[in-house]
């Protein structure tokens, strides 16, 4: 009776990990699609002390675009820059093989592995969050994009 018991169990266990398996896959797919498409820089804000403080955007900086396509079973993201006098000079990264989990993207430019925390506002508005050095001092910057209809 033990045995069965045991056996019952242990399949019981099994079922368990594998549904959540699923479940967390099903919740990477949902995160994917969410980003599929383009998304502009709309704001940019940053802390200086306990206040929140906006930077206001260059003309260049404006034109500073995410995009992500589906392609065969992963997400690509693509990076494009603006430049120069009147920001004519137009580059953009390769595209980019994109691994979307809870909170944070990452993945591969040329030989350093990215890793950037994100954060869901609306179906059209998310940032990503990151600390760089402002007057001095470490500082926690958010980025804002919005999604391009």
Do not use: P
Request: proline share 0%; aromatic share 12%; hydrophobic share 30%.
């Amino acid at each position: 009776m033990k045995k069965i018991f045991s056996i019952l169990f242990f399949c019981l266990l099994i079922i368990s990990c594998q549904s959540q398996k699923i479940e967390a896959q099903h919740n990477e797919e949902d995160k994917a699609k969410y980003f599929l498409g383009t998304w502009r820089l709309s704001q940019k804000t940053y802390k200086e002390g306990l206040e929140t403080k906006v930077y206001n955007l260059h003309e260049c900086m404006k034109q500073y675009e995410l995009i992500f396509e589906a392609k065969v079973e992963k997400t690509i993201m693509t990076k494009t820059f603006a430049t120069g006098k009147d920001c004519q000079i137009k580059s953009q990264s390769e595209g980019l093989a994109v691994k979307i989990s809870d909170g944070s993207f990452s993945y591969r430019e040329e030989d350093l592995k990215r890793v950037e925390h994100y954060k869901m506002y609306s179906q059209n508005k998310f940032s990503i969050i990151y600390r760089d050095i402002i007057n001095g001092n470490v500082t926690e910057i958010e980025d804002f994009y919005q999604r391009e209809k």
